[in-house]
């Protein structure tokens, strides 16, 4: 984007300062002459303020984040917030938020700028990780609590974007919801992908479980074959499963065992152990696809002398179990079918 068209953007923008707030830092609110945010990725609070009518001390649309010493313009509001790295989209955002026209790009064979990553990359997926926020206090904690799971320790692989994109399909316009997303890493560590679950920002109904209304509410990009969501560091003993909920629903009763999740019962089979794996326990979801993965891990582990042990839950997953049994069944159910000294080990006791 030439520089002018950059300024006449923010221009544009800062003439209705107050809506673009409302519409990208909606956490925030008017005091005075300002918008009062948390930050430019909308967490709640008032460190951030936003000018919103021009006066002596400045133009309208700019901010500065008083915690971090952060300024910018509008069009900085919008690239934080949902999470672009691309001038161009965020040009494409302005200009549908202002319903302007987006014009034909005009080729200069002098510009220099960094290259796209490709869709779905794991280099894509590293950026969408970066731009996300921790989870703490945001709607991603409210959904897992919703969901009945309240162990949210050492949960650094899952983080919150407040608008991530999300395309029905090649032929259906863009649009936005607000996310969790999960990093995919290899077992070294490395983020190799990322796993996005669109969340409603209406809040948790029992039809949707706090997913967002839309037809693919959860979608994984980047490299995962072999590759896991991972909460803890495996030793000697993991539990792997195929969903995040599932596995953070069994964690809620063996709060200090590592498990990772594969993201679907065809990545569950392929999933890579560490070489310090010497127990596993397969965290069993009570279907065909469920019983095909675990069928196929148990002969992966014995071929390499891991001894394998599946859990299974009582109802369709462990987050049924969870929501709709209870943890102290689900406690219950799981103490029996772990080794003695796991349970010693790795269960807390009942309250």
């Not at 008032?46 to 069009?75: C, I, N, Q, Y």
């Not at 863009?174 to 997303?181: N, R, S, V």
């Not at 397969?282 to 069928?295: L, Q, Y």
Request: include cysteine; glycine fraction near 8%.
């Amino acid at each position: 984007m030439a520089r002018h068209d950059a300024s006449e953007l923010a221009q544009r923008l800062a003439r209705d300062a107050e809506a673009v707030c409302r519409h990208y830092l909606s956490s925030g609110r008017r005091e005075g002459g300002y918008w009062l945010v948390g930050d430019a990725r909308n967490t709640p609070g008032r460190s951030m303020f936003v000018r919103l009518k021009e006066s002596v001390k400045g133009p309208a649309g700019k901010w500065t984040d008083a915690a971090t010493g952060e300024h910018g313009d509008l069009l900085d509001v919008i690239r934080e917030n949902c999470g672009l790295v691309d001038f161009k989209d965020v040009a494409d955002e302005a200009r549908s938020f202002l319903s302007l026209p987006h014009p034909e790009p005009e080729p200069n064979p002098h510009r220099s700028r960094a290259p796209a990553a490709p869709t779905g990359s794991p280099e894509a997926a590293r950026r969408l990780f970066a731009m996300s926020q921790p989870m703490s206090r945001t709607l991603v904690e409210a959904y897992l609590r919703n969901r009945g799971i309240a162990a949210l320790h050492a949960i650094g692989s899952l983080r919150f974007h407040p608008r991530c994109y999300y395309r029905p399909d090649d032929h259906s316009p863009t649009e936005t919801w607000p996310a969790m997303i999960a990093s995919v890493t290899d077992l070294a560590g490395h983020l190799t992908g990322a796993h996005r679950t669109w969340l409603d920002p209406g809040g948790f109904s029992e039809a949707t479980l706090g997913k967002a209304p839309i037809d693919t509410p959860r979608r994984a990009m980047g490299d995962l074959l072999g590759h896991a969501v991972r909460f803890g560091v495996a030793g000697e003993v993991m539990a792997a499963g195929e969903g995040i909920e599932t596995m953070l629903s069994l964690r809620c009763v063996l709060p200090t065992l590592p498990m990772v999740a594969a993201l679907s019962a065809a990545h569950l089979s392929a999933l890579l152990f560490p070489d310090t794996l010497r127990r596993l326990y397969i965290a069993r979801d009570d279907d065909s696809a469920g019983d095909f993965a675990m069928a196929t891990l148990i002969e992966r582990a014995q071929e390499v002398g891991i001894e394998a042990i599946v859990i299974s839950p009582r109802l369709g997953d462990f987050n049924e179990d969870l929501r709709l049994l209870g943890i102290d069944t689900l406690r219950a159910a799981s103490r029996v079918q772990i080794a003695a000294q796991d349970v010693a080990r790795f269960m807390e006791p009942a309250a």
